[in-house]
């Protein structure tokens, strides 16, 4: 399968502990970005990349969260001090290059905060 | 702010029923736009896609979108659904000088043998 992977699938963590999730986006796609998406809502813009420059974040990530892309290819996105707030389905997508603005999306990371 | 609405949040139709789901933007400048569906169990998927040119597309099983600039408007439609039709779908614009998405909250389908 050549698609956006993301591990884990499912996470469930107590209050407090900090978590770390991994994407994988599509082969030479040189964006890739994370949404969050709770129930009922549509998923929700977190940040994105360029090869490995970070170049826009949301409001919705606060000081706790933060995101890299260290060699370009694969990303993280950590929370720190998780809160029952920051259970969601987390998202991943990636692009291609120029004036491709077609994203691919993973399958999601569900976080549950207890 | 930049928005996208879906009125319809729950929609139940019988197989063979036409199907229209609404979707308006708040956007005056360039923008282009899209519609993504997911499937039970699956991740969201391209459905169809606006940048430019005939404002009515088309997309993959029988779906079809209009753009009407007018209205703010991107609305989806298939003249017959069918059971495997029964996902949520979702509307997202990308408007110019941005590549994130701002999405709506999404149109759950059912779709009744």
């Known amino acids: 399968d050549t698609g956006v992977s993301q591990d884990p699938r499912h996470k469930i963590t107590k209050r407090g502990q900090n978590v770390t999730f991994r994407c994988d986006p599509i082969?030479?796609?040189?964006?890739l970005y994370w949404y969050r998406q709770t129930l009922g809502q549509g998923p929700e813009f977190l940040t994105y990349f360029q090869n490995e420059a970070q170049l826009e974040k949301s409001r919705l990530l606060s000081d706790r969260f933060s995101a890299e892309r260290p060699k370009g290819s694969f990303s993280t996105l950590e929370i720190q001090r998780t809160e029952q707030g920051d259970s969601a389905m987390y998202l991943c997508?990636?692009?291609?290059?120029?004036?491709?603005?077609?994203?691919?999306f993973g399958p999601g990371t569900r976080l549950t905060v207890t | 702010a930049q928005s996208v609405s879906q009125h319809n949040h729950h929609v139940i139709l019988s197989e063979a029923a036409s199907l229209e789901l609404g979707c308006n933007y708040s956007?005056?400048?360039?923008?282009?736009l899209f519609w993504y569906v997911q499937y039970p169990g699956q991740h969201l998927q391209l459905l169809l896609k606006y940048f430019s040119g005939d404002p009515l597309v088309k997309g993959i099983k029988g779906f079809e979108a209009e753009f009407i600039k007018s209205k703010f408007s991107f609305n989806l439609r298939k003249p017959s659904v069918q059971w495997s039709d029964t996902a949520e779908y979702f509307c997202?614009?990308?408007?110019?000088?941005?590549?994130?998405?701002?999405f709506g909250t999404g149109t759950r389908l059912k779709v009744l043998a």
């Open positions: 956007y005056g400048g360039t923008v282009n």
């Open positions: 997202a614009v990308l408007s110019s000088g941005t590549y994130k998405y701002i």
């Open positions: 082969s030479e796609h040189n964006r």
């Open positions: 997508a990636s692009s291609a290059g120029g004036d491709s603005y077609e994203q691919y």
